[in-house]
């Protein structure tokens, strides 16, 4: 069973939006850490926005006041809300889940790509000028 299946992704003129989702299994419940990445051709994956098991957030720099990580607990699902979509924002997106158990040493809203145990397939988004 696949762990998480994004989808949402496409393509708009920069100014626009899109929310994507990422339906997770049943056994990714509300106690993991989520955490929205993206990847652009040639460059390595970052850290998009993490949501914690308390609803704490955290954002890249340059998608603050802009995106929104949510998670619907009665779907088991999250979402990413991107608004005032930018050219620099295109990328494949990915959805990631770490359990608590999973190196529980770092923090959800530091963690990085080796950090997350479980990731989707990838929705793509572009935006053009």
């Known amino acids: 069973q696949v762990p998480l299946v994004e989808s949402g992704g496409g393509s708009v003129q920069s100014g626009g939006s899109l929310r994507l989702s990422c339906s997770a299994s049943g056994y990714i419940d509300k106690n993991y850490c989520m955490g929205w990445f993206r990847q652009a051709p040639g460059k390595e994956r970052e850290a998009v926005a993490r949501l914690d098991r308390f609803g704490g957030t955290n954002y890249l720099d340059s998608v603050k006041g802009r995106f929104t990580i949510q998670r619907d607990g009665a779907k088991n699902t999250l979402y990413l809300q991107m608004n005032s979509l930018k050219p620099e924002d295109t990328a494949m997106y990915y959805c990631?889940?770490?359990?608590?158990?999973?190196?529980?040493?770092?923090?959800?809203?530091?963690?990085?790509?080796?950090?997350?145990?479980?990731w989707g397939q990838g929705t793509q988004v572009t935006v053009s000028s």
């Open positions: 990631a889940a770490a359990p608590p158990n999973y190196r529980p040493t770092v923090g959800c809203l530091g963690r990085l790509q080796p950090d997350f145990a479980y």
